[in-house]
């Protein structure tokens, strides 16, 4: 599966689920690194850098990732829509 179609899925989830989400896009205008996804589950807030296959995440994503954890936030690294689903479930 590839990155954009498992953020389809995901976003797709969300929406099913009525919780509020960002979907961060890319590109020259945005924060380099930033989350593909941010959401408040319960009033908590949430990121997702989602991957597939054997790609990681890059040094910019992680930089956001430190920076979101020590402000409090959540930042999570699924694979799998499973895997997306089952962490919301855990925070629910």
């Not at 953020?7 to 020259?28: A, F, M, T, V």
């Not at 920076?67 to 629910?92: D, M």
Request: glycine share 10%.
């Amino acid at each position: 599966m590839i990155e954009s179609r498992l953020q389809k899925d995901c976003i797709k989830y969300l929406k099913s689920e009525g919780i509020y989400h960002i979907n961060i896009h890319g590109g020259g205008w945005g924060a380099k690194g930033a989350p593909d996804i941010i959401a408040c589950i319960n009033g908590k807030f949430v990121a997702f850098e989602l991957k597939t296959g054997d790609n990681d995440m890059q040094p910019d994503q992680r930089i956001h990732q430190k920076r979101i954890v020590s402000s409090g936030g959540q930042h999570y690294c699924p694979r799998s829509l499973q895997e997306f689903i089952s962490i919301i479930q855990n925070i629910k």
